[in-house]
């Protein structure tokens, strides 16, 4: 355990550096998309690097949403490269996270609910995965949050790397291609998130309760 808290020490004091030093770099106050893109275009080469950190940056330890870091991508370095920068950055971001919260909080978790479905340690892979997969497509849900959740749960690491990709992609096109026009409307977002939600908290019911049928059979299996 002593191992596992000095790496996430490292980890979270290589972040907090690496924060430092786009401020030292002269990241603006005003982080609002066409703010950071033209900063980021006056950095040269760097340029990409750097949004990858700050998209990493965004979804460890903050401050910056991740969604207008897409946007800043798109408006800076075009749909495709932004694209490829923004979700490689989240990418990494989320599995720091994830590893984060392995590391320091399954153990815990797993002898303090040892029978429930989602964090025990036999949890089906096929329900996580779904979990995380919906939960990335619609971003009323925090970045950050799912991916620390997600790291104590039962899920294999390669499955949520997985989920968060194909999960977070489409967002991360539509923002990045449309940049700082595009707005969500707040009802069908949240309408949205509370169906997912719902669905989550219905599954691990159903199979509870119908330990037989053909969904129960399916989500169990841990392959």
């Known amino acids: 355990m002593t191992l596992r808290?000095?790496?996430?020490?490292?980890?979270?004091?290589?972040?907090a550096g690496a924060w430092w030093l786009l401020q030292i770099l002269g990241i603006p106050a005003d982080l609002s998309p066409d703010a950071l893109?033209?900063?980021?275009?006056?950095?040269?080469?760097?340029?990409?690097?750097?949004?990858?950190?700050?998209?990493?940056?965004?979804?460890?330890?903050?401050?910056?949403p991740t969604l207008p870091v897409s946007a800043t991508a798109g408006?800076?370095?075009g749909v495709l490269e932004g694209t490829a920068i923004a979700a490689t950055g989240a990418l990494l971001g989320a599995m720091a996270a994830f590893w984060i919260a392995r590391c320091l909080g399954r153990e815990v978790i797993c002898k303090r609910f040892p029978d429930n479905p989602v964090l025990a340690r036999d949890g089906s892979q096929r329900f996580l995965t779904?979990?995380?997969?919906?939960?990335?497509?619609?971003?009323?849900?925090?970045?950050?949050?799912?991916?620390?959740?997600?790291?104590?749960?039962?899920?294999?690491?390669?499955?949520?790397?997985?989920?968060?990709?194909?999960?977070?992609?489409?967002?991360?096109?539509?923002?990045a291609g449309l940049g700082n026009t595009f707005t969500l409307n707040p009802v069908l977002?949240?309408?949205?998130?509370?169906?997912?939600l719902a669905v989550m908290v219905w599954l691990p019911w159903s199979i509870s309760r119908h330990p037989g049928s053909q969904l129960a059979r399916w989500l169990q299996l841990n392959q």
């Open 5 to 15: 808290i000095a790496i996430v020490v490292v980890v979270m004091a290589a972040l």
């Open 37 to 64: 893109a033209q900063w980021l275009k006056s950095q040269g080469a760097a340029g990409p690097l750097l949004l990858m950190l700050l998209m990493t940056i965004a979804v460890v330890i903050g401050p910056i």
């Open 75 to 77: 408006l800076a370095f």
């Open 130 to 175: 779904i979990a995380i997969l919906l939960t990335r497509l619609i971003p009323v849900f925090s970045f950050a949050l799912i991916s620390y959740a997600a790291g104590v749960t039962a899920i294999r690491a390669w499955r949520f790397a997985i989920a968060t990709f194909v999960g977070m992609l489409p967002m991360t096109v539509v923002f």
């Open 189 to 196: 977002t949240v309408a949205a998130g509370a169906i997912i």
